[in-house]
């Protein structure tokens, strides 16, 4: 039959309803939901009446789909077709009452916002309608209100995996095009469950930027802060490549997961820079002092030879008696040794004000550009942190 089973001048009134039971998959990249319901439809067929006094008592019997017309509904959102196993029966009233159930995969898409990812709400909807019908031959009328649909959902939920079921609403509309069709819009609302992404991806964004903030405590002077840096760096990078799989290809607003994986990237990639610079001042430094250090040796090695020659040469005129005196020899030799420090207090005296004066200072512009980097840093991540936290959870 392909006709509504109805007189010459009525209208089939048809009340779906749908109960959610569980979600299987909610894929962001694609907008896809895939989740598991039980979808009905009553109707009644003016054709079919019986007075159950005289069968026996019977006032409901179950007969196979292909005897009785059923209205052609389908859902607007839904892009594959169901290939589960369905009951070949539908139940007859004997008052012309028809109902049909099944339970049902729909893989329909569904409209997402992603700002607020992972601690986001999505609302798919399901539409039914006729296909060829219009209105003045089918009237879909709501089964029942939101709140029973809701309560009837959670009582028969399986499971909800990633997703918590909210509620479910139900709506009345019609579709207006070159003729009227009559829809039913079931708006499924759920909440994304955040605690596998908060641990799989947020805290290491957070404890990677920890560590780089510990990395300020390692000395300028080795090579082990800037190896250190670049490798946090490379680790952000290769999460932010996991973030790519996750999110939308297109999306209206950037997501805040996103501008929180941006932004602590770009702290890192500042911190890095500075300390580029600060390992370059120092360095300078360093090779003035090699340099300096190398000439004070030259001059303590042209004094002792100096002073190597001019001291057998001072006692000729009294070898013989230096010679007889051992006293006096000591005398001597204690003389030299004295001279000698003293020459080597005036050379240390003056590379010290010379590191002090001039080559020392790269080095404290260094360490000064360092403590101001890292107390702005420190700073700008804490207010960050902070509004990020605010725009999550508001």
Not at 289 to 302: D, I, L, M, P, S
């Amino acid at each position: 039959m392909c006709s509504p089973p109805r007189g010459p001048c009525s209208t089939t009134h048809t009340q779906p309803w749908c109960t959610w039971m569980s979600t299987y998959t909610l894929s962001s990249p694609w907008s896809v939901c895939v989740f598991v319901c039980v979808e009905g439809e009553t109707w009644n067929n003016e054709r079919i009446w019986w007075d159950p006094s005289q069968f026996c008592g019977i006032s409901r019997v179950s007969v196979p789909k292909e005897m009785l017309w059923i209205p052609d509904l389908l859902i607007y959102e839904m892009i594959e077709k169901d290939d589960g196993p369905h009951s070949p029966y539908l139940y007859v009233s004997h008052d012309g009452i028809v109902l049909i159930e099944d339970e049902m995969k729909v893989v329909s898409t569904c409209k997402m916002d992603v700002h607020k990812f992972p601690f986001d709400t999505q609302r798919c909807n399901i539409t039914f309608s006729s296909a060829i019908h219009i209105v003045t031959d089918i009237q879909l009328i709501p089964f029942s209100n939101s709140s029973r649909v809701t309560q009837a959902s959670r009582e028969v939920m399986q499971t909800q995996g990633e997703w918590e079921f909210l509620d479910m609403t139900v709506s009345r509309g019609k579709l207006i095009l070159d003729r009227e069709w009559d829809q039913i819009s079931y708006t499924i609302t759920m909440a994304r469950r955040p605690l596998l992404h908060v641990i799989n991806f947020l805290l290491p964004i957070l404890f990677f930027l920890c560590l780089d903030l510990a990395s300020f405590l390692i000395s300028d002077q080795r090579g082990e802060k800037l190896g250190f840096k670049v490798t946090v760096l490379l680790a952000i990078s290769v999460l932010l490549l996991i973030l790519n799989d996750i999110l939308p290809s297109m999306s209206n607003r950037t997501p805040l997961i996103a501008t929180y994986c941006i932004v602590i990237f770009a702290f890192m990639l500042l911190s890095l820079l500075e300390t580029i610079l600060v390992t370059h001042l120092v360095e300078r430094d360093s090779i003035h002092q090699e340099t300096e250090e190398e000439r004070r040796r030259g001059c303590c090695a042209c004094i002792c030879d100096v002073s190597g020659r001019k001291a057998p040469c001072e006692p000729l005129p009294v070898a013989e008696e230096v010679i007889c005196s051992e006293q006096g020899e000591s005398r001597l030799l204690l003389l030299i040794l004295g001279d000698l420090r003293a020459v080597e207090r005036t050379l240390a005296l003056f590379a010290s004000g010379r590191r002090e004066g001039k080559l020392g200072y790269w080095t404290r512009v260094a360490r000064r550009l360092n403590a101001a980097f890292f107390t702005i840093y420190l700073i700008s991540v804490m207010l960050f942190i902070s509004l990020m936290c605010k725009e999550w959870l508001n």
